[in-house]
T-cell receptor, first 113, second 116 residues
Framework: AQSVTQLGSHVSVSEGALVLLRCNYS??????LFWYVQYPNQGLQLLLK??????LVKGINGFEAEFKKSETSFHLTKPSAHMSDAAEYFCAVRNQAGTALIFGKGTTLSVSS | DAGVTQSPTHLIKTRGQQVTLRCSPKSGHDTVSWYQQALGQGPQFIFQ???????QRGNFPDRFSGHQFPNYSSELNVNALLLGDSALYLCASSLGSGTGFQETQYFGPGTRLLVL
């Protein structure tokens, strides 16, 4: 069965600092992995996705993630945090049937000036 | 190009009542999935509809049912509401295929349901 674990329910950084949000996955088949962002009182917006092409995936708003099979990880990074990056971030893996996304519990990113 | 839309945005019901939530998919999409997001949790898959049929169901009781219309819009119905059904209900649309969705799921803003 597929699952994801997001390490750290809350991450705080200063504006301009590196953002690193951690996600580890478990999958019995080659995984399709996603990062979504959720701003307060809104739905989910896709940041980026990994679908077995390049292991380094670039997304919107300067975010990128690297797929590491040996570590079963798909961590999200951004070189320089902006105040507008403050939000909830979810890592997800597609289920084996290809019909649903299985989400982690989320990581809240706070950015201070 | 309109994205995924959901109605209503907020809803308050009492225990035992029934509720219907609505979703219109992104233009060109034919597959609709529903998720429940409890406070402080990640979304959980309820079910997916494709070609007006329920393609797959998550671990939710039969009180949760759905429907997809010929124009691909969808409804989520919940009967005999419990306090624990209070959550944000998210609809996602994608472009389906015969064997499973090959495209990304795009989410609507959600309907926040409060059960008192």
């Amino acid at each position: 069965a597929q699952s994801v674990t997001q390490l750290g329910s809350h991450v705080s950084v200063s504006e301009g600092a590196l953002v690193l949000l951690r996600c580890n996955y478990s999958s019995s088949v080659p995984p399709y992995l996603f990062w979504y962002v959720q701003y307060p009182n809104q739905g989910l917006q896709l940041l980026l996705k990994y679908t077995s092409a390049a292991t380094l995936v670039k997304g919107i708003n300067g975010f990128e993630a690297e797929f590491k099979k040996s570590e079963t990880s798909f961590h999200l990074t951004k070189p320089s945090a902006h105040m507008s990056d403050a939000a909830e971030y979810f890592c997800a893996v597609r289920n084996q049937a290809g019909t649903a996304l299985i989400f982690g519990k989320g990581t809240t990113l706070s950015v201070s000036s | 190009d309109a994205g995924v839309t959901q109605s209503p945005t907020h809803l308050i019901k009492t225990r035992g009542q029934q509720v219907t939530l609505r979703c219109s998919p992104k233009s060109g999409h034919d597959t609709v999935s529903w998720y429940q997001q409890a406070l402080g949790q990640g979304p959980q898959f309820i079910f997916q509809y494709y070609e007006e049929e329920e393609r797959q169901r998550g671990n939710f009781p039969d009180r949760f049912s759905g429907h997809q219309f010929p124009n691909y819009s969808s409804e989520l119905n919940v009967n005999a509401l419990l306090l624990g059904d209070s959550a944000l209900y998210l609809c996602a649309s994608s472009l389906g295929s015969g064997t499973g969705f090959q495209e990304t799921q795009y989410f609507g803003p959600g309907t926040r349901l409060l059960v008192l």
